[in-house]
């Protein structure tokens, strides 16, 4: 069981261009989480996603962010128009589907490290 | 009212030691408290969780004291090992939810001295 992968693991960006996420949730897992950490600070949630739908993007700024977790592959953060502000730890983590889904089964992924210059 | 408030923001033990992390809550729906391990450049570690219907639970040399009237929950780590040099992470989530979107707190570094 490889966990939850995340790919790239570091990312530099100039500002104004884009950055793609990708996260691959661990097997048998339907249920897939973004949060953001910004130096210093704790874990930020940003979306939750089911296969091909967006359950909560409450945490997602307005602008500038989007995520999907298609049908196949892997779920994707994208980031366009990057700002330096944007320099953060992206975290995915995964959970079963099912009754016992919840924040008890949640595993995270080693996270990409986004740096804007 | 949907903040978990951390603290101490840094920490240092001697080995052997005591360690406490302490957190706080305002959301009386929150009933599922996890703290986390995260060690440089690595995602956070489920280490140990709560239910709000127990005082206190234990791991190995992990425990978890909950004050559900005080709304606060801490973190002691007995017998400080340099190998729990970490930052630990304590978080809450609603379970009517059921998801797991978690509202963390701010993080302690803690080191433990040798």
């Known amino acids: 069981n490889a966990g939850v992968m995340q790919n790239p693991r570091h990312l530099v960006r100039r500002r104004g261009q884009e950055a793609r996420l990708r996260c691959s949730p661990m097997k048998g897992h339907s249920h897939v989480y973004w949060y953001r950490q910004l130096p210093e600070e704790g874990l930020k949630f940003m979306v939750y996603l089911q296969k091909e739908n967006i359950i909560d993007e409450s945490g997602m700024p307005k602008e500038r962010f989007s995520a999907e977790f298609p049908k196949e592959g892997p779920s994707i953060l994208r980031i366009q128009q990057v700002v330096r502000g944007d320099s953060a730890a992206y975290f995915c983590?995964?959970?079963?589907?099912?009754?016992?889904?919840?924040?008890?089964?949640?595993?995270f992924g080693a996270g990409s490290r986004l740096t804007v210059l | 009212q949907q903040q978990v408030k951390q603290s101490p923001q840094s920490l240092i033990v001697q080995k052997g030691g005591i360690s406490i992390i302490n957190c706080a809550y305002e959301n009386t729906a929150f009933d599922y408290f996890p703290w986390y391990q995260q060690f440089p450049g690595k995602g956070p570690a489920l280490l140990i969780a709560?239910?709000?219907?127990?005082s206190e639970k234990k791991e190995g040399r992990f425990t978890i004291s909950f004050n559900k009237s005080a709304k606060q929950f801490s973190l002691h780590i007995m017998d400080s090992q340099p190998g729990d040099s970490a930052t630990y992470f304590c978080a809450a989530s609603s379970g009517s939810s059921n998801t797991g979107k978690l509202i963390f707190g701010q993080g302690t570094t803690l080191q433990v001295k040798p």
């Open positions: 709560i239910r709000p219907d127990v």
């Open positions: 983590a995964s959970s079963p589907p099912g009754a016992t889904s919840g924040a008890n089964v949640l595993t």
